[in-house]
């Protein structure tokens, strides 16, 4: 999952990308919470997010069967 972090718009909702993120949704199912960090052009740390996701039980069921198979 790509995450970019902007500037605010303001009232003419134009805003500027300051960095970008990613996060690897596989690993989620081992880690529910993960540190996200965004890096500017330059690839200098701007900014750490904190983020815990977890899946449905229907969803962990699908990826258990397609591991299967």
């Known amino acids: 999952m790509d995450f970019t972090l902007v500037t ?3 009232d ?3 805003c500027d990308d300051l960095g970008v993120a990613q996060l690897d949704l ?3 199912r081992s880690r529910p919470k993960q540190l996200i960090r965004f890096l500017d052009v330059n690839g200098e ?3 750490e997010l904190e983020v815990e ?3 449905s039980e229907k969803l962990m ?5 397609d591991i299967d198979e």
């Open 53 to 55: 996701m977890t899946y």
């Open 26 to 28: 596989s690993s989620i």
């Open 45 to 47: 740390e701007l900014a």
């Open 61 to 65: 069921k699908y990826f258990e069967s």
């Open 8 to 10: 605010d718009g303001g």
């Open 12 to 14: 003419e909702g134009e």
